[in-house]
């Protein structure tokens, strides 16, 4: 009888501290959680900024960003609707292949451009 008894006393003890310690977890748990969301939102934008650098330095000799206007390649606008401008989806792989191989009088990236250029580049392609 006396063990029961005793346990209450120590639950009941203890439901304060529980109750805080939940609240104190849950608190650390949005804490992380906004963390873990705002580190890759920033960055997205740092990869965004950094490719629009690298296509002003690579290649907006030979393409517009802001128009569908063409130079020596097909003007870029557009591609954040979802399109390249051959009628291919636009997505990060087809955009990557490209980047890579280039053709048609497009040069190959594959060894010129680092892999965390290309991501930045293949970043601000989809915003244009
Ligand atoms: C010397 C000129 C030249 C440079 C520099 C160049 N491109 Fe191109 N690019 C082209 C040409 C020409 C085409 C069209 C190829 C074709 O019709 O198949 C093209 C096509 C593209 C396309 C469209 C592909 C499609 O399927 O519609 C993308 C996207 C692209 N280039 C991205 C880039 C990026 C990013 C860079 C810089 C790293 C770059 N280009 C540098 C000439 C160039």
Wanted: with cysteine.
């Amino acid at each position: 009888m006396k063990r029961p008894v005793l346990s209450n006393i120590g639950k009941l003890a203890y439901l304060p501290v529980e109750e805080h310690d939940l609240k104190q977890s849950a608190r650390l748990f949005i804490g992380a959680a906004a963390l873990a969301l705002a580190v890759p939102f920033a960055a997205m934008a740092d990869d965004v900024s950094d490719g629009a650098t690298a296509f002003g330095a690579k290649c907006a000799v030979c393409h517009n960003a802001d128009s569908a206007e063409r130079k020596i390649g097909p003007g870029l606008a557009g591609i954040k609707d979802g399109k390249l401008p051959s009628g291919k989806e636009a997505t990060t792989e087809n955009i990557m292949t490209i980047i890579n191989e280039g053709g048609n009088g497009m040069p190959a990236y594959e060894s010129i451009l680092t892999a965390e250029e290309k991501t930045a580049l293949v970043a601000y392609l989809k915003t244009i």
